[in-house]
């Protein structure tokens, strides 16, 4: 038989309004995430190992050395960590749920669900009614001292390994699309994906009081489900 779905090697590219960014990202169960993303201009490396506070490393900024995440960063990181997003085993979690109606999708019939995690942190999800899998995330975000609302789009949903895969995630503040990330290869279980993929150094910063994968705000990365 087929083995369980543990972890995900991923390749794809980010379509933002001036570059084009490559990434390659490693995901193991239950929530270990591994992000390299290399442009013209840079190269940025995130790291969370499920236990200590996620790593970020950028090229050009301080040699490379591992850094602190920003607060909003850091949340959005665990949360994408969760292997199987939000909605499995939520209560587990922290979550609560409520149903909020019924709306359309990309033309196709989803629930929308108002979820709040352990921190008070609050996000809409639209689940398809057809196929089950998030089709949609909103999240409330506070930049330069104003509240917007972030939406995630998932779309060109894939068989991987049994279940389905978006291959295309796009992100947008009204109409106005921030960037896109287009998935071109996806690997199950693959020897790419390893523990040392997700080492951070023995001195790391432990988790900060109060933050922790399950009151993380719910994000869905690839995969990412």
């Given amino acids: 038989g087929t083995a369980p779905l543990q972890s995900l ?3 794809g590219r980010t379509i933002a309004k001036d570059e084009v960014i490559e990434f390659k990202l490693w995901a193991a169960r239950p929530n270990q995430l591994r992000m390299l993303s290399v442009s013209a201009q840079r190269s940025v490396l995130q790291v969370f190992d499920g236990k200590n506070e996620p790593l970020i490393s950028h090229n050009e900024i301080q040699d490379g050395e591992p850094l602190r995440m920003a607060g909003a ?16 085993n939520f209560a587990l979690k922290g979550y609560t749920v409520d149903y909020a109606g019924e ?11 108002l ?21 949609r995330r909103s999240v409330f975000r ?7 609302l972030v939406d995630t789009y998932f779309s060109d949903f894939r068989p991987v390994a049994g279940t389905l895969q978006p291959h295309r995630i796009e992100t947008k503040v009204g109409d106005k699309t921030l960037y896109a990330m287009i998935v071109t290869r996806v ?39």
């Fill in 9 to 11: 090697y991923v390749e």
């Fill in 103 to 113: 709306e359309k999708v990309n033309g196709r019939p989803a629930s929308k669900l």
């Fill in 73 to 88: 960063e850091r949340s959005e990181f665990i949360a994408n960590a969760d292997f199987d997003g939000p909605l499995v």
């Fill in 187 to 225: 690997e199950v279980n693959s020897a790419e994906v390893v523990p040392e993929c997700f080492t951070v150094p023995k001195d790391w910063p432990r988790l900060a009081m109060g933050l922790s994968a399950r009151a993380a705000q719910g994000a869905r990365s690839y995969r990412l489900r």
């Fill in 142 to 148: 506070v930049v330069r001292e104003k509240r917007i």
């Fill in 115 to 135: 979820m709040m995690s352990a921190n008070d942190d609050i996000f809409f999800v639209w689940v398809d009614q057809e196929n089950s899998e998030i089709v």
